[in-house]
C-alpha cells in the first residue's frame, strides 16, 4: 500500500501528486516509470516518474485525466493508498556532456521533460525548454522549468501564452538561427513527437522520443508495449521507454493505441454513471490530442 | 483393502467432466475430480511395486505406491503429508504435470492395461486436504538465522522457498507482478487450475513462514549485490522464469488484433479481462480467433478465446500434424471435444488487416520430413500452397525467451547465448557466482512446472549446504 502524501490540481484535468515509496525513490532515475494499480479491480497503468526524493523516500507524479483510471485517481485524497506501485521501470535517459539539448515538452510530457533536463543542465549542458499547450493553463511547470534549464520557449496553440503556434515552429527557428544543437529530446503526445523526429531529420540531430505504448506488466513479459524501431520489434518497457525518434514506427503506434478506444469509453461511462459524477472528457481528449 | 486380482484388466476409473457443450462457455475447471469411492478404487489397482518405475518418471520423486496405499485405505489425510514431502504444491501439479510423459508412462499397469491415474490421484489427495480443514499442525524447526532471497514466486521459487524454511532459513519472495503464482498464475487458466487452488498452496507456504514480496522487479529495485550486502541475505535463488514472448516476423504482427499468448493470458487471468467492465482492464471483443501454436499455451490460449462472450470460433493453426502436438494429451482432447478448429501443417505467412485491424492470416502449407535435433519431424513448406483463413484476432503462441532483466543488471551471472543462466553445478543448481542459485525455466528455457520445482529443490539443498558451511 502507498500512501498519498499531497496532491495538487495545477491544471484543469492535470494534478500532481506526492506519493510514499521509499524503496522506489532511493533508485528512481530520470526517465523512468512506475505502474500502479488502484485497487483490486484496478488495471495496470504506466506513470513518469517526475522526481523522486531518496531521503524522505517520495516520488513525484502528474497525472493527467484521460480515462477512468486516472479520472479515479484524480478524486483519491491526500491519505488514500494506491494497492500496487511497482518500479523503477525502464531504462534511465542518458545523462552526459552533450552540448547544447533542446528538450521539447508537450502536456504532461512537461512533467517527464523536467527531471530530464535538470540532470542534463547540472551535467553542464546548456538546455533549451520548448513547452506546448494547447492553451495558456494547461502549459504547466514553467516555474520549475525555467530553473531546471538554461531557458525556456513556450508555444500554445491559442497564443494566449508564449508564442502563438506549435512547439516544432521554435525548434524551427532554433535551427534557423543556426543555433548548435547537438541532441534534441521529446516527451508528448504521438503526433508532437513526430512532428519534432520529422522536422530534425533533414538536419542529422540526434532526436530521442519517449514511447507511450499501452503497457501490462512493464517487465518484458506481455509484449502489449511493442514498437518497430529501425525495422526491429522492441519493446518499450524494458527496452525503451526512449528511442531513436528518426527510426520510430509511429504510424504502427497510432494504431496500436486506439486497440481499447470503444472499451474504454465503457469503462469510463460505467465509472461516471456509478459515480455520478461530471467531466469533460470531450475537453480532455482534445487537450491529449 | 480391495486387492483386484488382474490389475491390467481392470478399467481405469475416470474422473467426470463437465459437458463439453456447457463448460465451452464458463471458466469452471473441465475436470470435476474423483469422489473418495472412485479414489480408493482407482489407487487399489497399484500392486505396490518393490521397485516403483512410477518414481523414476516423477522428476521430484514423490512416494507413488505409499500415497496409493493409503488413498486406497481411505487414508487421504496421509496420503496428502506424504505427497507434501516430497512436493509441496500436489494441487497444482495433478492437475497440470503431464503425467502421461512422466510417473504415469512408466507405471507397469500400463504395459498391458491402463496405467494409475497417478495425476487425478494426487489432485485428489490435494484437495481433499484443502476442504477438510484438518491441517496438520507445521513443526516449528530451530531458525537458523540465514536469511535467503529468492526472486520470482512461479514454481521454481516457491519449491525452494518451501524447502528452505522446512530447514528453518528465514525466506522471502520477490515477485514482480502483483501476485505470485508465475505461470500458474497469469498463463494457465481457471478452467484448468483453479486459483483458489494456487492461493491454498501459497497459504500453506506462508504457514511454513515464507514471506512474499509483490511488485519487486529485482534488477530494478534492488541489484543481487544489495539484497546480500544491504540486506543481509546469505544466498539468492533465481526463478524468473521464460518469459519474454516470441512474435513470428512476419508482415501484419503490429496490426490491431494481434496479440502474444502471454498478453492475452494475462490479460484474462491476472487482470480479469473476461469480467471487464466490472474488472477494469479490457480486452477487445472479437468474434474469430486464430492461435498460432501447438503446446500447453497455446491451448491455452485458444480454449480462454472460446470461453470469451463474443467469441464465435477458434481455429489453431499448427505446423506440425497432430501427433507432434507438445501440449498434454487431456486438453488436447478437451479442446477438440469444445470445438476448437484444428489446421495442421499450416505456418502462417502474413497477416492482413483492413483499417488497422486483423482481417485475415495468409498460410503456407507444410509437409513433414526427417526428425531434427529434438526428435520430432522437420516441417518443410510446399510451394504455391498459400492459402487464406479469415480472422479479426491472431494470438501467437511460439513459446518464449528468457528475461534479461537480472543478467542485465548483474555482469557476473554467466548466461549462454539464448540469455539462459548458466549452472556450474547442476546437482545443486548454482550459478558462477558464489552463494547465487539459479533454476526453472529461466535455466533450462521454457519447460514444465514440475521440472522447475525439482530445480528449485536441487537449489534448496545446494543453498542449505552453502549457507551452513559458515557456521561457527
Ligand atoms: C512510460 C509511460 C509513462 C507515462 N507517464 C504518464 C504520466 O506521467 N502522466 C500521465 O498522466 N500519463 C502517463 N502515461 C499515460 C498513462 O499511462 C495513460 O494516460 C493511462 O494509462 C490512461 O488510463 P485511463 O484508464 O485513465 O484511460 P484509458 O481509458 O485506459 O485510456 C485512454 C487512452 O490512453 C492510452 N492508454 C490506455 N492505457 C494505457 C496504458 N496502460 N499505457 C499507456 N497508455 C495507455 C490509450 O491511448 C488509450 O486510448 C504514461 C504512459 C507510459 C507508457
Ligand atoms: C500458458 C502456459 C501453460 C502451461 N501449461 C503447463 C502445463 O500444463 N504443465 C506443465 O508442466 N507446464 C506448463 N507450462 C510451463 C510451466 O508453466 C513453466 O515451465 C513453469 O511455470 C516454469 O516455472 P518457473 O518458476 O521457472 O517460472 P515462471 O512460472 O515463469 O515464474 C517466474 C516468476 O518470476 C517473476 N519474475 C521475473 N523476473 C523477475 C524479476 N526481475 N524480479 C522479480 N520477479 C521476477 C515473474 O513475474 C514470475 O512470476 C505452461 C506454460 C504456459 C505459459
Ligand atoms: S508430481 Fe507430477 S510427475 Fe510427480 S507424481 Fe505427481 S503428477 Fe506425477
Ligand atoms: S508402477 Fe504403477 S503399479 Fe507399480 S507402484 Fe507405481 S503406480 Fe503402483
Ligand atoms: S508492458 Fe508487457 S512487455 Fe512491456
Not at chain 1, 552533450?98 to 546548456?126: D, E, M, R, W, Y
Request: proline residues 6%; neutral net charge.
Amino acid at each position: 500500500m502507498f500512501k498519498i502524501l499531497k496532491k495538487t490540481e495545477l491544471a484543469p484535468q492535470v494534478f500532481r501528486y506526492l506519493l510514499n515509496a521509499p524503496d522506489i525513490a532511493k533508485k528512481a532515475l530520470p526517465g523512468q516509470f512506475i505502474i500502479i494499480r488502484l485497487d483490486e479491480i484496478g488495471e495496470r497503468i504506466p506513470l513518469t516518474i517526475s522526481d523522486a526524493d531518496p531521503i524522505q523516500g517520495t516520488l513525484t507524479l502528474y497525472v493527467q485525466v484521460i480515462g477512468k483510471t486516472s479520472m479515479e485517481m484524480s478524486r483519491m485524497k491526500v491519505d488514500d493508498f494506491i494497492l500496487d506501485v511497482v518500479g523503477p521501470l525502464g531504462n534511465p535517459s542518458l545523462i552526459d556532456l552533450f552540448g547544447t539539448v533542446v528538450l521539447v515538452g508537450g502536456g504532461f510530457g512537461i512533467a517527464a521533460i523536467h527531471p530530464i533536463a535538470s540532470a542534463l543542465t547540472q551535467a553542464g549542458n546548456k538546455t533549451l525548454s520548448i513547452l506546448g499547450a494547447r492553451t495558456k493553463e494547461l502549459v504547466i511547470l514553467e516555474k520549475e522549468m525555467s530553473v531546471a534549464s538554461t531557458k525556456v520557449h513556450v508555444a500554445t496553440d491559442d497564443g494566449t501564452h508564449g508564442t502563438k503556434g506549435l512547439v516544432t515552429d521554435i525548434l524551427l527557428k532554433l535551427i534557423e538561427k543556426k543555433e548548435p544543437i547537438d541532441r534534441v529530446i521529446a516527451i508528448g503526445p504521438l503526433i508532437m513527437m513526430k512532428a519534432v523526429a520529422d522536422l530534425t531529420r533533414p538536419h542529422k540531430i540526434p532526436t530521442l522520443v519517449s514511447m507511450n505504448p499501452i503497457m501490462i506488466d512493464g517487465t518484458g513479459m506481455c509484449g502489449a508495449c511493442r514498437v518497430t524501431v529501425g525495422g526491429k520489434m522492441k519493446f518499450a518497457c524494458v527496452d525503451g521507454p526512449e528511442f531513436d525518434g528518426h527510426e520510430v514506427d509511429f504510424q504502427g503506434l497510432l494504431n496500436r493505441m486506439n486497440t481499447y478506444i470503444p472499451e474504454e469509453a465503457e469503462a469510463k461511462e460505467k465509472y461516471l454513471k456509478e459515480t455520478e459524477g461530471k467531466c469533460r472528457i470531450a475537453e480532455i481528449v482534445q487537450i491529449y490530442g | 483393502m480391495k486387492k483386484y486380482a488382474q490389475p491390467y484388466k481392470t478399467p481405469r476409473t475416470h474422473a467426470p467432466e463437465q459437458n463439453p457443450e456447457k463448460r465451452r462457455k464458463n471458466f469452471q475447471e473441465v475436470s470435476l475430480g474423483y469422489t473418495p469411492a472412485m479414489a480408493q478404487l482407482e489407487a487399489s489397482r497399484c500392486i505396490q511395486c518393490k521397485k516403483p518405475k512410477c518414481v523414476i518418471g516423477c522428476p521430484v520423486r514423490v512416494a507413488i505406491p505409499d500415497f496409493l496405499e493409503q488413498v486406497a485405505k481411505g487414508n487421504f489425510l496421509e496420503a496428502a503429508h506424504i505427497i507434501k514431502e516430497s512436493n509441496p504444491l500436489p494441487g497444482v501439479t495433478g492437475r497440470v504435470c503431464p503425467q502421461e510423459d512422466q510417473c504415469e508412462k512408466h507405471c507397469v499397469i500400463g504395459i498391458k492395461g491402463e496405467p494409475l491415474a497417478i495425476g487425478k490421484l494426487e489432485r485428489f489427495v490435494a484437495d481433499y486436504e484443502r476442504t477438510h480443514q484438518d491441517l496438520k499442525p507445521i513443526e516449528t524447526v530451530p531458525s537458523t538465522g540465514k536469511k535467503i532471497a529468492i526472486i520470482g514466486a512461479g514454481p521454481a521459487g516457491l519449491a525452494t522457498a518451501g524447502d528452505l524454511a522446512k530447514l528453518g532459513h528465514e525466506v522471502v519472495i520477490f515477485e514482480a507482478l502483483h501476485k505470485p503464482g508465475g505461470v500458474l498464475f497469469y498463463g494457465i487458466p481457471e478452467f484448468r487450475l483453479p486459483k483458489e487452488i494456487l492461493e491454498a498452496e501459497l497459504d500453506y507456504l506462508k504457514r511454513l513462514g515464507v514471506e512474499i514480496k509483490v511488485n519487486y522487479v529485482i534488477g530494478k529495485i534492488k541489484s543481487l549485490d544489495e539484497l546480500m550486502k544491504e540486506d543481509g541475505f546469505n544466498a539468492i535463488f533465481i526463478g524468473t522464469g521464460a518469459g519474454l514472448p516470441y512474435f513470428l516476423d512476419i508482415p501484419g504482427e503490429n496490426l490491431n488484433g494481434v496479440y502474444s499468448a502471454n498478453e492475452f493470458l494475462t490479460r484474462i487471468n491476472l487482470m480479469h479481462a473476461w469480467e471487464f467492465p466490472v474488472f477494469d482492464t479490457p480486452i477487445h471483443h472479437h468474434k474469430i480467433f486464430a492461435v498460432i501454436g501447438g503446446g500447453n499455451t497455446a491451448l491455452d490460449a485458444a480454449r480462454t478465446a472460446l470461453r470469451l462472450a463474443t467469441t464465435e470460433k477458434v481455429m489453431l493453426v499448427y505446423r506440425r500434424s497432430r501427433e507432434e502436438l507438445p501440449a498434454r494429451k487431456e486438453e488436447i482432447e478437451h479442446a477438440e471435444a469444445e470445438g476448437i478448429e484444428f489446421h495442421y501443417l499450416a505456418s502462417p505467412i502474413d497477416i492482413k488487416g483492413t483499417n488497422g485491424w486483423v482481417s485475415k492470416i495468409v498460410c503456407e502449407k507444410m509437409e513433414l520430413g526427417e526428425p531434427d535435433a529434438s526428435g520430432r519431424k522437420q516441417p518443410h513448406s510446399l510451394h504455391n500452397s498459400a492459402f487464406t483463413l479469415t480472422t479479426d484476432s491472431v494470438i501467437i503462441a511460439l513459446g518464449s525467451g528468457v528475461n534479461p532483466l537480472i543478467a542485465k543488471s548483474s555482469s557476473d551471472i554467466k548466461t549462454d547465448h539464448h540469455g539462459h543462466i548458466e549452472v556450474a553445478d547442476p546437482n545443486i543448481n548454482l550459478t558462477s557466482r558464489p552463494g547465487v542459485f539459479a533454476g526453472g525455466d529461466i535455466v533450462t528455457g521454457a519447460a514444465t512446472v514440475i521440472s522447475a520445482m525439482e530445480a528449485g529443490k536441487k537449489a534448496a539443498q545446494g543453498i542449505h549446504q552453502y549457507v551452513m558451511k559458515f557456521e561457527v
